[in-house]
């Protein structure tokens, strides 16, 4: 378990660095929740990871740069209930925003029978 500093270091890197999106699926008509931190150093994506559990470090092929994603729905919650007590009230509203956001596509989904 990670300690309170820990927490507030990364609540902190993240309010910074990441977002809450929503990823959306054609090939399967799925709506995702998304998180991610984009990087130069790939070692505070290491402690960031560390710190919350989850998600994996991707490099990318075009740009000197490295992410942190995740979209394993139950593990995004799990990582905003880590952090909610220390981000700040613009990244809770874009949590909270890509939250309704899937619950809408999926409700209106489910009302088409899909």
């Known amino acids: 378990m990670a ?12 309010d910074g660095e990441g977002c809450t999106s929503v990823l959306s699926a054609k090939r399967d008509r799925y709506t995702y929740l998304r998180m ?19 998600g994996k470090i991707y ?7 490295h992410s942190w994603d ?3 729905e139950k593990d995004c919650e799990a990582v905003l209930a880590l952090l909610w007590p220390y981000i700040g009230e613009q990244k ?18 489910k009302s088409c029978g899909v």
């Open 59 to 65: 490099k990318s092929n075009q740009r000197p740069i």
């Open 3 to 14: 300690s309170d500093v820990e927490l507030a270091w990364a609540a902190g890197f993240f």
């Open 92 to 109: 809770r509203k874009q949590a909270d925003t890509a939250r309704a956001k899937v619950k809408e596509v999926r409700d209106k989904l």
């Open 36 to 54: 991610n931190v984009s990087q130069k150093n790939p070692a505070l994506l290491e402690k960031f990871q560390r710190i919350v559990g989850c």
């Open 70 to 72: 995740c979209y394993i």
